[in-house]
Nanobody
Framework: QGQLAESGGGLVQAGGSLRLSCAAS??????????MGWYRQAPGKQRELVAV???????NYIDSVKGRFTISRDNAKKTVYLQMNSLKPEDTAVYYC????????WGQGTQVTVSS
């Protein structure tokens, strides 16, 4: 199985911004035709799907991030991005990317911590 590698997390104050990246290894799957999603898991909570982008670049978001987060993709680079603006402490979580629905491609994730 191939891997997805997330990066770009960090510690930021409330109201700040971060841009996450997720690169797919060359042998993982045909990236360009797969819907991709960003997921997050906060301490003590279940992992949730935050944003989805289809192969045609249509997007969808959970209500709590609408207007603040933007998902995008670069098929030539086999990379999906998550631009996060106006971050809130409740956005603190480990963020993962995967196909949508999720396949057996989980990476290590990237920690996002938002201080109040």
């Amino acid at each position: 199985q191939g891997q997805l590698a997330e990066s770009g997390g960090g510690l930021v104050q409330a109201g700040g911004s971060l841009r996450l990246s997720c690169a797919a290894s060359t042998s993982i799957f045909v990236f360009s035709i797969k819907p991709m999603g960003w997921y997050r898991q906060a301490p003590g909570k279940q992992r949730e799907l935050v944003a989805v982008i289809t192969s045609g670049s249509s997007t969808n978001y959970i209500d709590s991030v609408k207007g603040r987060f933007t998902i995008s993709r670069d098929n030539a680079k086999k990379t999906v991005y998550l631009q996060m603006n106006s971050l809130k402490p409740e956005d603190t979580a480990v963020y993962y990317c995967n196909t949508a629905p999720a396949g057996n491609y989980w990476g290590q994730g990237t920690q996002v911590t938002v201080s109040s």
